[in-house]
């Protein structure tokens, strides 16, 4: 798969700076999300059987999470992908059945958006399932924005099939779990250096 271009060097080189000053950061577990995950694989399972579903994090941070699914033993192959921390800065360059996207675009440049869900899409085989926070801390570095905001943007690349807002009304913890499913590999149009992808002709204009 041809490399979109999803940050900027700027970008890039403060998320290293926040992995190195802080050994927490990019450490989230998601307990919050194991019933989901679940419920995501036996779905995915089912598809793909009698092969186990293969999973990639993008976005994994320091692998916290990684090494949490790893004990469940559900996936044939568990990988992931962050470019701010050298060990996960890889992109991969296959399909994954399942592709978590969690924690990440709310944290991605605003003029990068649509080109990172595209690269999700690109990288997903079966389903996604994104995690977007929607009610950050006052005065901190992420824009707040609505539940649909996300479910928006995602369905311009995505077909969205579910979407749930957990932690309702806590500042600092509410969000939105959102699952898509990518388009017919001839309907994902090609995206550079950030911009919005034209739409192919199977998906009008």
């Known amino acids: 798969m041809r490399p979109i271009q999803t940050f900027s060097d700027r970008h890039l080189m403060a998320q290293r700076s926040l992995h190195r000053q802080s050994d927490g950061y990019g450490r989230h577990r998601h307990l919050y999300l194991e019933t989901p995950l679940r419920q995501l694989h036996r779905a995915v399972a089912g598809r793909v059987a009698p092969r186990r579903p ?3 994090d993008y976005g994994c941070g320091k692998g916290e999470f990684l090494n949490a699914l790893r004990q469940l033993d559900l996936f044939a192959d568990l990988a992931g992908y962050d470019p701010g921390v ?3 800065a890889t992109r991969p360059d296959r399909q994954y059945d399942i592709v978590l ?3 990440v675009l709310d944290t991605v440049e ?3 958006l649509d080109a990172v869900i595209e690269d999700v ?4 085989a079966d389903t996604a399932l994104f995690d977007c926070l929607t009610r950050p801390k006052p005065g901190g570095r992420l824009t707040p924005h609505p539940p649909f905001y996300w479910t928006h943007l995602i369905r311009s690349h995505m077909a969205v099939i579910g979407s749930e807002v957990v932690f ?4 600092g913890f509410e969000r939105v779990l959102i ?3 990518p388009p ?3 309907a994902i149009a090609p995206v550079q250096d950030g911009s919005r992808p034209r739409s192919s002709p199977s998906q009008g204009s």
Do not use: K
Not at 168 to 171: D, I, K, N, S, Y
């Open 54 to 56: 293969t999973l990639l």
């Open 86 to 88: 050298p060990g996960f």
């Open 101 to 103: 996207c969690l924690d």
């Open 110 to 112: 605003p003029r990068y």
């Open 121 to 124: 899409t690109r990288c997903t």
């Open 168 to 171: 309702p009304g806590m500042v």
């Open 179 to 181: 699952t898509a499913l």
């Open 184 to 186: 017919p590999p001839a």
